[in-house]
């Protein structure tokens, strides 16, 4: 095993997934919440899965001295939505599938859609 530094993480991205009316309801509550209180950029609304993503989700990207404020503020306030949180480090495959953190439901990615993307 070959270890790594955390300097190796340039930043983070949240994906915050919903499925129904209801949970994009709370989804939104959350996005507001997050743009008012965080340093961020907030991705656009994908209202059908995308990429290796199996649910509607938006994504949220910061930086790693934001880390620890918003992953705990997410802890406490996603309700019932699943929250994919992986750092980025120039290996989207590994990012996601072996450095991945969840908050509630692990989804099932679409790793072999990075492993293609990134082989492109």
């Known amino acids: 095993m070959t270890l790594r530094d955390e300097s190796d993480i340039t930043g983070w991205h949240a994906h915050i997934y919903y499925q129904d009316v209801e949970e994009r309801g709370h989804a ?5 919440a997050i743009e008012a209180r ?3 950029r907030m991705g656009r609304w994908r209202d ?7 649910r509607s989700m938006f994504q949220v ?4 001295d934001v880390f620890p ?5 997410l802890a406490l306030n996603r309700g019932s939505l699943a929250i994919l949180i992986h750092p980025e480090t ?4 590994a990012d996601h599938a072996e450095h991945a953190l969840w908050l509630g439901e692990k989804l099932p990615l679409d790793i072999e ?4 993307f ?3």
Do not use: C, T, Y
Not at 28 to 32: F, G, I, N, Y
Not at 69 to 73: C, E, T, Y
């Open 28 to 32: 939104a509550v959350l996005r507001e």
């Open 38 to 40: 965080f340093e961020m």
């Open 48 to 54: 059908e899965p995308v990429g290796p993503h199996p």
């Open 61 to 64: 990207a910061f930086a790693p």
């Open 69 to 73: 404020a918003i992953v705990p503020w």
């Open 90 to 93: 120039e290996d989207s495959v």
């Open 113 to 116: 859609f990075l492993r293609n």
């Open 118 to 120: 990134d082989s492109a």
